[in-house]
């Protein structure tokens, strides 16, 4: 099903975020891994993105899901991931990550990204009107406005690099 327009924004930053996962998950298979460089990284985007992403998420959508008794249940998993992801992101930010720590932030930002994506998104925009879509559209914009719009780029030590390097 494609996006609806108003779900477009955090698509976007959607994809930001599963680039940064897949960047921690390559490094890490190659063995080349900087945590240092990445918590920074991943502090940066929670300040610049995700912290404005799970607060309009939180404020806008979910209680727009939660109308529905078919979407409480999902809404509450999501709530607590946010939860854990937010801990997560502490103790990146305090310097706590190593290597197995940052395989498991990876995963489970990516796996509560493809939730929301899969299923939320795509249940909400079978089970709202156009208006209501519109309504949750607006409130996100508001939400978002303090958001970094661009996606991050990896510093030296956070970049994909090719077999020669």
């Known amino acids: 099903m494609l996006r609806d327009k108003n779900l477009i924004p955090l698509s976007h930053q959607h994809q930001h975020a599963l680039a940064l996962c897949v960047r921690i998950d390559r490094t890490i298979q190659a063995g080349q891994v900087d945590v240092a460089a990445f918590q920074a990284e991943i502090q940066q985007i929670f300040q610049q993105e995700i912290g404005f992403h799970f607060e309009a998420e939180e404020k806008v959508l979910f209680p727009a899901a939660e109308r529905f008794s078919e979407l409480k249940v999902l809404v509450a998993e999501l709530s607590v991931e946010h939860a854990v992801l937010r801990e997560m992101f502490d103790l990146s930010r305090t310097g706590e990550f190593d290597t197995a720590l ?21 249940r909400m925009q079978g089970l709202l009107t156009q208006e209501e879509m519109a309504a949750i559209g607006e409130g996100l914009q508001g939400a978002l406005a303090n ?4 996606c991050l780029l990896p510093n030296e030590a956070t970049r994909l690099r090719g077999k020669a390097e």
């Open 102 to 122: 940052l395989t498991k932030f990876a995963g489970l930002l990516s796996t509560h990204i493809r939730k929301e994506e899969r299923q939320l998104f795509e």
């Open 147 to 150: 958001a970094n719009e661009s």
